[in-house]
Each structure stands twice: as structure tokens, then as C-alpha cells.
């Protein structure tokens, strides 16, 4: 009678045994298998992006920098609107070798399905301007690139305001203070770079008060100076602006409000100037 209890205890403890042992291993398949899954899907390929042109619209402020090869350098200041329906219209300012007009045109664009442009307006000095272009952060910036045989021009837009809607800006929304960096060239200094701070106090919503301190490098050759002057913006978010230096120049100015005040691009005025640069809030 032992032996009968002995074996058939023996019996069920093998038995458990194995319904513990196929237990752990289905557990522990079904972990590999979530594991497998996950690290699957952490390596997918990202989703391609899809854009059309009512992603790249808007109105747009933006810079470009660049050289017409054999020239001289070529500076941009300004804004585009981009319509849903491919339309296109353009206000900046553009420097070529130190000459500054105010370029006004219209023209056309188109965006394709992977999120890359094209288009193009026409000039009265340059005949038809055309460009190629990435849109990036859902539709908030294109990066730009000028196609033009003989011109080497890129830069950035930023989008100030929603398609079928008008900038709206003053200078309660530049006030404040400001760091800021400069580079290019003025008439008897080929190779200028300038870091620096400046603030802004309003006198109305259109105009206001300059001040800054900077450190300029002329051809290698660092000196600091102090600035005063006076702004004006326009609805646009376009503006322009004017200031004496410590070291007796008095300096003239274009400028492009973008992000809401957060970001302004700068562009040198004078003739034979061709300076640009980025002013970022810092207060």
C-alpha cells in the first residue's frame, strides 16, 4: 500500500512539474515574442512626409544670403506669400554688390506630395527669379535654395501668418532687449563680424528708441562700440531703422520680424554695404 501512495505521489510531482515548466516556457515565448515586436517596430522605417501647396502657405519672412558669381554678394530682406492656389507674392529687399532696391513681384509655386517646391517670379532687374524649396516643421519654415544659372543664394523662411490672413505687428512686440550677430563687408573693411545686444523701447505702436553696445571685428582688428538710434515697423512686420556709432558712422537698416517678435533678420541699408545677421529675444 506505500508503494502504491509512494508512486502515485511521484506521478503527480512529475506531472507538475511539467505544467510548471510549459507554463514558464508559453511566458516566456509570449515576452520574446512582445520583445520581438517592439524592437520591430522601434526600426521601422519613419513615415514619409506629405505636404501640398496648402502646407507651404502663408506669408513668410525671410533672409538669403549668398553671391551672384562674378558680382559680388546678394543679400535678401523680406516676405513672400504663398496662395493654396499657387499664387505667389513677393516684397524684400534685395542687395546686389551693395545696392539695395525694394523688389516687388508676383509668380507661381508649387509644392510637391514628399515635401520639396519649386517656383518662380519675375524681376525687373534680374528678369525671372527661381527657387527650389524644403518645407519643414508642418509647414512653419521653408529652407531656400536659388536656382538661377550663375547665383549661389540660399536661406529661410519663417511662416508670420496663416494663408488668407495679414501679418499684424508693432513694436510692442519687438520691445525688450536683444542679442545679435552681423557679417559682411562695408566700404574700406571687406571682412566684418559683429556680436552684440540692443534693446528696444517703444515710443507708439509704430515707432521707438535703439540702443546697443557691440564687438566688431574690421579685417581682424577688434574694437567695441556703443549705439543709439531710432526703429519703425510697419503692420507687415517689415521695418527699418537708423543709428549713430561711437565711432562716428551713422548707420541705416532693414529688418524682418518673424516668430512673433522672438526672431528679427537684419540687412544693412547703406550703399555699398552688404551686412546681414539674426537678432534673437533674449529678455
Do not use: W
Request: hydrophobic share 30%; proline share 5%.
Amino acid at each position: 500500500m506505500k508503494r502504491i501512495i509512494i508512486a502515485t505521489f511521484s506521478f503527480c510531482l512529475t506531472i507538475g512539474l511539467f505544467v510548471v515548466a510549459g507554463n514558464q516556457f508559453s511566458h516566456h515565448n509570449t515576452a520574446r515574442a512582445q520583445a520581438d515586436q517592439a524592437q520591430s517596430e522601434n526600426h521601422a522605417p519613419p513615415q514619409r512626409p506629405r505636404c501640398s501647396n496648402r502646407t507651404a502657405s502663408g506669408t513668410y519672412g525671410y533672409r538669403m544670403n549668398g553671391t551672384i558669381i562674378g558680382l559680388g554678394p546678394f543679400l535678401v530682406n523680406g516676405y513672400f506669400v504663398h496662395n493654396p492656389d499657387g499664387t505667389t507674392r513677393i516684397h524684400a529687399y534685395g542687395t546686389i554688390n551693395g545696392q539695395i532696391d525694394l523688389v516687388e513681384a508676383t509668380g507661381t509655386f508649387t509644392t510637391n506630395d514628399d515635401c520639396t517646391g519649386t517656383g518662380k517670379f519675375l524681376t525687373p532687374a534680374l528678369g525671372f527669379i527661381t527657387y527650389y524649396f524644403v518645407v519643414t516643421d508642418g509647414g512653419n519654415q521653408l529652407d531656400i535654395l536659388n536656382t538661377n544659372p550663375g547665383i549661389a543664394l540660399q536661406g529661410v523662411g519663417r511662416r508670420i501668418a496663416l494663408a488668407g490672413r495679414r501679418p499684424n505687428c508693432d513694436s510692442r512686440m519687438i520691445a525688450g532687449h536683444y542679442s545679435y550677430r552681423l557679417e559682411g563687408n562695408i566700404p574700406g573693411v571687406p571682412n566684418l563680424a559683429s556680436v552684440g545686444y540692443f534693446t528696444h523701447t517703444p515710443y507708439d505702436r509704430v515707432n521707438g528708441k535703439m540702443s546697443a553696445f557691440d564687438t566688431n571685428s574690421f579685417n581682424g582688428q577688434i574694437l567695441p562700440r556703443s549705439s543709439q538710434g531710432t526703429f519703425k515697423i510697419n503692420s507687415d512686420c517689415t521695418g527699418t531703422g537708423n543709428y549713430g556709432d561711437s565711432l562716428g558712422n551713422t548707420i541705416n537698416y532693414v529688418f524682418m520680424v518673424v516668430d512673433g517678435g522672438n526672431q528679427i533678420y537684419l540687412q544693412g541699408a547703406d550703399p555699398g554695404t552688404n551686412v546681414h545677421g539674426l537678432a534673437t529675444r533674449s529678455q
